[in-house]
């Protein structure tokens, strides 16, 4: 493979990283692509061969890289299509001099600029390139992450705004996502008082890169944008909830203005409580068709209702609300023999990669919930006597029904409910019973299914 007529048109990109970019990304539209390139999981499963071969990226730019390719099996990705990627290196030099020339620059896995937040919390999930502009160094700081509808209201933006000067007067990026909205006002906010931003994007890096919003930000060092996706290309609905991830992933804590009652606000906001990646923080509104409550309901916590009553740093200590410590020990005891000592909250739990989606939710404040979605301040109270109770034992088994009211309102099979709540087979199937036997669930037949009785 002849490498040379990219050499020399970008100096700055290591082997290693013209070998990942060869192989991860897209140079032009993806219809225009013979090659699908790997995707994070395939890429992931690539990197692990090679290194376990204890051979490189690097070293499959050689002119016939099949040798070294020889012992690789995987069903969806097949030899031929890595050398078909590969061989792409012209298209590669002739983006990269287009992408520098707007003031691009790409980051790989094995770049020490990488974030370190992605990697330690996505593991090989985290994408193997990150296109960009601004301070590179801005990756690695943190901050407080900001999201919200595109719709919200004048209001809402008003508070979001204020969040931002708040941010940048105490030195805390904001984290977001640089869409129209609650996403733009935060890091607009942020940037006018000169505070630090990272912007992940879902599309348009290359616009981006060279527009007057983010001119200010980028030409004083005060922002970076980044994206894992295509630098061209345009608005995609997944790619916009692909990317909900590494917003996240990339603060230390995190607040959600406003969520409908679906979209990628919601979804984001859900994963991260399910994967317990940084406290969510949640603003108080009486708007009804909001998801707000319901995220407090599902481990959230409501932020003090002006700006003026709370400080951000006091919403970037990990201590973001009791049920997220709570869902993150879970964790582990759904995985292993239960253990006393394992609920000292002196004791930290260490970072997992995932934990069962269990409504920590006390039975007063759900019903309250339940009943009246905008009666926030009654909500609020509970929340507050919750934790400020004593530590109690926790009955897994009520937890478990409580969330069988959502896993279970469709007919579920046993399976999907062991990919749901990350139980044991065995633990899983004794409680099905024990929940049949109390009347709370229906058993079908043909196949074995299970859903909640009283249901339409």
């Known amino acids: 493979m002849n490498v040379s007529h990219f050499s020399s048109t970008d100096g700055s990109l290591s082997p290693t990283a013209q070998a990942t970019l060869l192989l991860t990304s897209y140079f032009s539209k993806a219809s225009s692509e013979s090659a699908k390139p790997l995707t994070n999981s395939e890429w992931g499963r690539f990197a692990l061969w090679l290194k ?15 040798a070294l390719l020889q012992g690789w099996h995987d069903a969806r990705i097949s030899a ?5 990627l590969l ?23 094995s770049d020490p600029e990488y974030p370190k937040r992605l990697k330690q919390r996505l593991k090989t999930d985290s994408p193997p390139v990150l296109f960009g502009c601004g301070n590179k160094a801005l990756l690695n700081i943190g ?8 719709n919200a209201s004048e209001s809402d933006l008003a508070f ?4 931002g000067v708040k941010a940048a007067a105490e030195g805390i990026a904001i ?25 992940v994007m879902a599309d348009s890096l290359l616009k981006a890169a060279t527009s007057s919003k983010w001119r200010k930000g980028l030409m004083d060092a005060h922002a970076v944008l980044v994206s894992p996706f295509y630098p061209e290309a345009g608005f995609s609905a997944g790619n916009a909830m692909a990317r909900n991830k590494y917003i996240y992933c990339l603060a230390d804590s995190s607040l959600v203005i406003h969520s409908g009652k679906k979209g990628g606000t919601l979804n984001g906001a859900e994963e991260n409580l399910k994967k317990a990646w940084v406290p969510l923080w949640v603003k108080q509104t009486t708007d009804k068709d909001a998801a707000n409550v319901y995220l407090v309901a599902k481990g959230g916590r409501w932020l ?41 909250e002196t004791e930290s739990c260490p970072e997992i990669e995932s934990v069962p989606e269990i409504k920590i939710v006390e039975p007063e404040v759900e019903r309250i919930v339940n009943e009246s979605q905008t009666n926030i301040e009654t909500i609020s109270e509970q929340t507050a006597k919750s934790e400020a109770a004593p530590s109690s034992p926790v009955d897994f088994y009520q937890l478990f029904t409580s969330e069988l009211q959502r896993l279970a309102d469709e007919p579920v099979t046993v399976d999907e409910l062991i990919e749901s709540t990350q139980l ?17 669930l229906e058993k079908l037949t043909r196949p074995v299914r299970y859903q909640v009785k009283n249901k339409k």
């Open 52 to 66: 376990e071969k204890a051979t490189t990226p690097a070293d499959l730019l050689v002119t016939d890289p099949k």
């Open 80 to 84: 031929e299509r890595i050398i078909e």
């Open 87 to 109: 061989n792409r290196g012209h298209s590669l030099a002739l983006a990269m001099e287009k992408w520098q020339r707007a003031g691009l620059w790409v980051v790989t896995r």
């Open 143 to 150: 901050g407080l992450a900001v999201i919200g509808s595109r």
């Open 160 to 163: 979001t705004d204020r969040v």
């Open 175 to 199: 984290v977001s996502g640089g869409a129209r909205g609650v996403d733009e006002t935060a890091m607009l906010g942020a940037i006018k008082q000169g505070g630090a931003v990272i912007g």
């Open 304 to 344: 003090e209702a002006d700006t003026q009553e709370f400080n951000i740093a006091d919403l970037m200590s990990n201590e973001g609300g009791r049920a997220n410590q709570v869902r993150e020990q879970m964790g582990d005891l759904f995985s292993m023999s239960a253990q006393p000592e394992l609920f000292a």
């Open 424 to 440: 044991h087979k065995s633990q899983l199937t004794e409680w099905l019973k024990r929940a049949e036997e109390e009347g709370l």
